[in-house]
């Protein structure tokens, strides 16, 4: 059923469309035989743009074939020449020899058949039976299928990298797409996908451009933003072969490697707990109540050994830190309910809070930095 909202954000269309042509043709292929022309009809299509993403996309349903790569003509000597350089330095630059590489929808070939001369060993899937039998009988290694399930798993996966070519702008679903591929690349794998570039389309006025075939009309803006979301970075982008096509290098984002601040934490913990042994019968004292001292005093295990918390806040003030509920108070206690040392935990602030204690009271001072605790005399920040 044709849409009234974004295939890929499901936000709504703006309220009127961009363009609309009546009587246009179904499809850019399967053209009509002589018998077929008393029955066949041409389609009306709708050019919207979505109103959170920006992207523009037919309303209409899907053509027929959506799911086959159809190229009608040969390539030209000259597109052949510029693919071969493309995919040689792709290799190059990205370190493929040798790597497992596939084409999602790849047709009878054309594409795959130069990538297959590049060190790398390639794979395709496409769901054209003739195309996938033409394939094979050249001795190219394609399975029939179609990605349409987020959790499909692709045979001979995983991937090191994969290549969609002027295909990508025909699949209703590319969430799910692009999802399924993150999910059959091995960490860090790269992806290129290669669009018709809608910002020259506009730039030339060829509202020819619009056919059922293609589905998505993508700048550069909005091809980033379809792939951003669904688990890559753009590692580049450019505009090619006369600047008709937008060529987009993608890389599957990598979780997030923090453990190191496992080691941090146990460091910190360990230097301040050592810091305060020595004071814990006259009293410790922490100056700071924000959120970062709060959540050291509990993860350093401070509760029951910290006397009080200084803030300068009067709304912290007669109150407990949560979790660990330390008295929260004026900087005031520090004269008449003196501590043996303290702890400045006031981020950027705290050379400043360091000048501010009466210089007159006999206590240790330290200040948590970055790299640990630094630990000084009373008078080495008061002078």
Not at 103 to 125: A, F, H, P, W
Not at 189 to 205: A, D, Q, R, S
Not at 289 to 297: E, R, Y
Request: glycine fraction near 6%; proline fraction near 3%.
């Amino acid at each position: 059923m044709p849409t009234n909202r974004c295939r890929v954000c499901d936000n709504d269309f703006y309220d009127d469309h961009l363009l609309a042509f009546s009587n246009m043709p179904k499809a850019a292929q399967n053209m009509p035989s002589k018998d077929e022309l008393t029955t066949e009809v041409g389609v009306d299509l709708e050019v919207c743009q979505c109103s959170v993403c920006g992207l523009v996309q037919l309303s209409n349903d899907p053509v027929p074939y959506y799911k086959e790569v159809i190229r009608a003509a040969a390539f030209s000597s000259d597109m052949k020449s510029f693919r071969e350089n493309q995919f040689n330095d792709l290799v190059k630059d990205y370190e493929l020899q040798g790597k497992k590489v596939i084409e999602i929808g790849c047709g009878k070939g054309e594409y795959l058949s130069i990538m297959d001369q590049m060190n790398v060993k390639t794979y395709g899937i496409e769901f054209g039976q003739e195309s996938v039998d033409h394939c094979q009988e050249n001795g190219l290694s394609v399975n029939k299928d179609y990605i349409e399930k987020e959790d499909q798993v692709l045979e001979d996966g995983p991937f090191d990298a994969f290549f969609i070519m002027n295909f990508f702008e025909h699949i209703p679903d590319l969430n799910s797409t692009l999802t399924s591929l993150k999910k059959n690349l091995t960490e860090g794998g790269i992806g290129i996908i290669e669009v018709p570039n809608f910002n020259m389309i506009i730039e030339k006025n060829l509202f020819s451009e619009f056919i059922g075939d293609h589905l998505f009309y993508f700048t550069k803006e909005t091809l980033k933003f379809v792939v951003e979301r669904n688990g890559f970075e753009v590692v580049e982008c450019q505009e090619i072969w006369h600047n008709y096509i937008i060529s987009m290098v993608i890389r599957k984002k990598k979780k997030l490697n923090i453990s190191h601040f496992v080691d941090y934490e146990k460091k910190i913990k360990n230097e301040i707990n050592d810091y305060i042994e020595p004071f814990l019968k006259d009293g410790v004292a922490i100056y700071g109540a924000g959120h970062q001292s709060l959540a050291i005093m509990s993860l350093a295990e401070l509760k029951g050994k910290i006397k009080y918390v200084v803030d300068d806040a009067t709304f912290k003030q007669g109150k407990f830190t949560p979790a660990t509920h330390v008295p929260i108070v004026s900087a005031d206690y520090l004269i008449f309910d003196p501590v043996g040392a303290i702890i400045i935990m006031a981020a950027s602030y705290s050379d400043e809070v360091a000048k501010k204690i009466p210089k007159n009271l006999d206590l240790k001072i330290s200040i948590l930095r970055d790299h640990g605790l630094e630990i000084f005399e009373q008078g080495d920040k008061n002078g």
